[in-house]
Each structure stands twice: as C-alpha cells, then as structure tokens.
C-alpha cells in the first residue's frame, strides 16, 4: 500500500530534476532530429517515487522555479555531471569547454543554476527536498558550501567511481548520527551502492554532516528544523525502495494534509 493510500489523502506531486541533451548523442538516433535536445531524468526515479504512493514528474530547465514550487509537495534533484566550480568557489581552470548537450557527463552550467534556484525556492517554502548523489551536492552548493573537487586527491581510500551502483550489497557502509533524519530512516549504519568522485566539504549555511563512511566522506547531510534530506548514494537504484525515496514521499504526504489547498491566486499571484 503507497504512502498516500495508508493516509487516504491525494497523491502528493513529486518534481524530479534531470538532464538535457541531444537526441544525437543515442546510438540509433534518427538523424532527422539533427541538434534537437530531449528533457530527461532517469526513470528509477519516476517508478520508485510512485512504488511509494507518489505522482512523479519531469522538471525541466524551462519549468519557473518559483512557480513551479507552489505546486510541488516534493523535490528530488538527481544525480549526474559534477556541479561547475564557479558555482562553489572551486579550480575554474580545469573545467574543459564542452557542450553538455552532446556529451550528458560534463559540466551544465544550465542545469547548475537551475538546481540551485530550485532548491532554494523549494526550502523557502517548506517543501521536502531530497538530494541524489550530485543532487547532494547542489543542495550544499545552494547554500554557499563548497565541494571536494576529486577523492582520489584527497586523504580517503574511498575510490567507487568504478563501481557500477546496481546492487545495494556490494558497496560500503555509512554510519549515521544520532537523532537525524538520515537515523532514524537507517539507524546506526547501513550498506549503500556508490558511483561519485567529488563529495561535500565546506557545510552550507545550515547544512550539517549526518551520515559519513568509515574513511571520512560525508555520505548524507540535512538541515535541521527542514525537510531537508542530501544522501551520496543512488537510493534509486537499490534492489528494494529505499527509505530515503520512501522519505520524500512521507514527508510530501504530511504536508499536503498539513495545508490548506494552495488557491490558484497563490499559485500565481499577479
Ligand atoms: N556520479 C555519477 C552519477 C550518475 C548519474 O546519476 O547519472
């Protein structure tokens, strides 16, 4: 039974943040479709958000953040490219000038500024944010934190950029601090799937670090007194939903039975 089912109140609409690209970069693609771009974000998302009792949808560069997030009872910012140094006060010299458009893994400086006005409307307003692996990051950018540019550069023995995140039971274990979000969703520790070679270093206004691996990366964060949940790992790809998707969800559903129906005037005020 879904989370919105057990509560008998409406489905709550969960945004879903993803890529843009072209559809040239698909083995196959037709090449009438010459430069023109696809809106994506990875499926899991979609299915697992709606395993939970959740309606997902599509966010794309287009979608008016602000506008947007009067609708929203729930963000989830995906995983993907690491985040332009620019936006954290990173090394600008080692980024290469690459279209992101036809290369889906590199630097999208659209999609940066997209997340991060996102994630700062959505906190305003109260509403549940759950950040993916890079979407971690965004939200610790998003509140003026920095990032570690590249594990292996750093003093950790925690390399899993090779790792391909399928299987919940092959990677490492995070251990989580006591009386937090990430806690009481996983208790002390838990196994996770890992794919990423930067991670949070500097805390954002607000931010602090819940969950970490034995050698020291911080594996999960929050804002405490907020909805607000950041994990390093792919919740989306683990064998059975994972309770930081099931999170988002809950956390959605509460608040939609919390408020009053948001009014069209709200919705967009004049
Ligand atoms: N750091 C790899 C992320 C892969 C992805 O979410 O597309």
Known sequence: MSAGEKTGVM????????RRFQLSVLNGADPRYGDRCIDTSMSDFATRIAEAGGLPVHLSYDTDTEAVSAWLSGVVITGGQDVHPAFWGGDTSVVRDVDP????MVHDTERDAYEIALVRAAIERGIPVLGVCRGMQVLNVALGGTL??????GPVSHLSAEIAPTDGTVDHVVSFAQGTIAAGLFGTETITNSWHHQAVDRCGAGVVVTGRTDDGVVESIEVP????LGVQWHPEWMKSNDPALTWVVEQAVWRLAQHEPVTQEQRSPQ
């Open 11 to 18: 489905r709550p609409l969960i945004g879903i943040t993803g």
């Open 101 to 104: 458009r036809t290369n889906p």
């Open 148 to 153: 570690v540019p590249h594990l292996a550069d």
């Open 225 to 228: 007194g907020r909805p607000v």
